[in-house]
């Protein structure tokens, strides 16, 4: 159950209640206390600050506890997840200050004129000269935001924000959100390639399909930046890494494995691309209709490119017929999907993916009686598959090499670092993947990234230390 935080200010009656009252009534709300402040103490009366873990659904219990409580004023009720976000999660730091004149000219005019001049002549200097070595802008139009569907640009905002933190804290990446204010594809598109020359790539996040393979698509193709749909690709990298380690916990091939993917949209597609390319044989992609069947006729692009992939399989039918005999379950989809009848119909040895959110295809509870190896999205679960293990390694090890896109053989090398970091000492059912805040992960994706992009011919640049 998912877990928050809130600050509640009380004024105590010390005639009425004591503190141990107030503790009381917290606990039997549901409510756990983690820290109290004293913020004005006095005889008769006192004010603190008490900071509670509650259930997100149980916040209302516990303030309606306290409110009934006599000789309790429940004065401010603060979510510390509001707090952190007050004035925005990031700001802008210069890289040297401005103390007089001689540095003014310095940095503004006169002097950065003849820097001017020189990217003018030559417009590679760009990246030497200006932030567009290390920046990256993460572009969303606010139309498929977390589980909440298409809530705007203004909304998005934060998702954005905290993106650019992570790219900072993890791989010392500078980013900046953008989010724009219209759902036009061929807006979007151009006003991404307005504003690309300061930037060095291009996250786009958070747009819905399938406006999404369009819009990537064309800007991989008309800018020189790479242009990463982290929704779609780094969904797919992590999941392939993940895959890849519970196929050695399980002793089974690539090869050899017949994989079920539910939920054919911007991830799916993507999931079900370098499956293929890892060396899958047996695919059979389901959406809400049934089985993407190898010869079918399909209304979307991606499906119809599906159906005409020698590995996806001929038999229709629905997602749980389809499961039956499966190898691999990978759900990107919705909660509640699938029971434990249906896992166990698969192989023995099963690995299921249920990377819906906040509520899995099938509950943890229901499906590993059934399965070897179960992974999901979320952090209150082993084996969580998370994207933030993927987009810093990535856009860091393309910044480095001045890489022009970022193709297959550049996502597939990324998979393969990432299931790198776990050892074979400590690879098994419950630690497939490693933790976001190992450091071992960006440092062997930016390596795998680098290596890939000079071998696949995409690399301007060769770092020092791959010289």
């Not at 389901?286 to 079918?296: A, L, M, P, S």
């Not at 990978?330 to 299921?352: A, E, F, H, Q, T």
Request: charged share 25%; with cysteine.
């Amino acid at each position: 159950m998912a877990q928050t935080s809130i600050i509640l200010r009380v004024e105590l009656n010390h005639e009425l209640v004591t503190f141990g009252d107030v503790a009381a009534t917290i606990s039997q709300a549901g409510g756990d206390i983690t820290s109290i402040d004293v913020i004005r103490p006095g005889k008769e009366s006192s004010v603190r600050d008490i900071t509670v873990d509650v259930a997100e659904s149980g916040e209302a219990q516990v303030v309606e506890a306290l409110k009934a409580r006599e000789g309790i004023k429940l004065i401010n009720v603060s979510d510390r997840t509001f707090l952190v976000h007050l004035g925005g999660k990031i700001n802008m730091q210069p890289n040297l200050p401005i103390k007089n004149r001689d540095d003014l000219s310095r940095v503004y005019t006169p002097g950065v004129a003849r820097v001017c001049t020189a990217i003018h002549e030559n417009p590679r200097k760009a990246y030497s000269l200006t932030i567009k070595r290390n920046t990256v802008a993460v572009v969303t139009d606010g139309t498929a935001v977390l589980g909440l569907g298409d809530i705007g640009p203004h909304a998005a905002a934060p998702v954005m924000e905290g993106k650019a933190m992570l790219f900072k804290q993890l791989a010392g990446v500078d980013a900046f959100p953008v989010c724009l204010d219209t759902k036009d594809t061929e807006e979007i598109i151009r006003t991404i390639k307005a504003i690309s020359p300061i930037f060095g790539g291009i996250n786009l996040e958070d747009i819905s399909s399938p406006r999404c393979f369009e819009i990537e698509t064309r800007l991989a193709e008309e800018l020189d930046i790479p242009v990463f749909h982290d929704d779609q690709h780094g969904t797919a990298v992590v999941v392939i890494a993940g895959l890849l380690n519970a196929l050695k916990v399980v002793g089974k091939k690539i090869e050899q494995v017949r994989v079920v993917v539910n939920g054919i949209g911007a991830a799916g597609v993507s999931i079900c691309k370098m499956l293929l390319a890892a060396g899958v044989t047996q695919l059979v992609p389901v959406d809400r209709e049934g089985v993407i069947v190898r010869g079918g006729s399909y209304p979307f692009p991606m499906w119809q490119w599906l159906s005409e992939q020698p590995q996806v399989q001929t038999e229709p039918g629905t997602l749980k017929e389809a499961i039956v005999g499966a190898d691999v379950f990978i759900g990107v989809s919705r909660g509640g999907v699938l029971n434990g009848d249906d896992v166990k119909k698969m192989k023995p040895d099963g690995i299921v993916f249920a990377m819906a959110n906040p509520e899995p295809e099938i509950a943890p509870e229901e499906a590993l009686p059934h399965v070897r190896v179960f992974a999901t999205g979320r952090s209150d679960y082993p084996n969580q598959i998370n994207n933030v293990l993927v987009f810093p390694g990535i856009f860091r090890g393309a910044l480095d090499c001045r890489a022009r896109r970022i193709n297959e053989p550049m996502k597939l090398a990324a998979s393969r670092a990432i299931a790198s970091v776990v050892t074979e000492s400590e690879l098994n059912e419950q630690y497939i993947i490693p933790s976001i805040f190992n450091e071992k992960v960006v440092t062997k994706v930016r390596h795998a990234i680098i290596e890939a992009a000079i071998l696949t011919g995409v690399a301007r640049r060769i770092p020092p230390d791959f010289r």
